[in-house]
Nanobody, 122 residues
Framework: QPQFVEYGGGLVHPGGSLRLSCAAWGFTLETYSSGWFRQAPGKERERVSCISSSATNTNYADSVLGRFTISKDNAKNTVYLQMDTLKPEDTAVYYC???????????????WGQGTQVTVSS
């Protein structure tokens, strides 16, 4: 069963940093765009960032632009999310998913991971 497995969540103080990793199992990232999503309690799921299969194109939600950086290592079949200058409002469960097309396409996201909790609190 193809899926992502997320790592790296935890508790961090406001202004701190975390790096999330998302390993792909059963499929190759060379043929998919990859995205990070998050969902906070009582809120809808939000797309945070997307990176194209070749890693030449990335995009970000306005709420994280300039603070988060998405990257990938196709040799390790892993996607990363570097999160800096974290804010309490970044607290959420963060998920990975794959997209069989470019980041701007209307394809359905697949191979969702189980999520990793990020809590930003003093």
């Amino acid at each position: 069963q193809p899926q992502f497995v997320e790592y790296g969540g935890g508790l961090v103080h406001p202004g701190g940093s975390l790096r999330l990793s998302c390993a792909a199992w059963g499929f190759t990232l060379e043929t998919y765009s990859s995205g990070w999503f998050r969902q906070a309690p009582g809120k809808e799921r939000e797309r945070v960032s997307c990176i194209s299969s070749s890693a030449t194109n990335t995009n970000y939600a306005d709420s994280v632009l300039g603070r988060f950086t998405i990257s990938k290592d196709n040799a390790k079949n892993t996607v990363y999310l570097q999160m800096d200058t974290l804010k309490p409002e970044d607290t959420a469960v963060y998920y990975c998913a794959a997209l069989p097309g470019p980041c701007h396409s209307d394809h359905t996201w697949v191979y969702w991971g189980q999520g990793t909790q990020v809590t930003v609190s003093s």
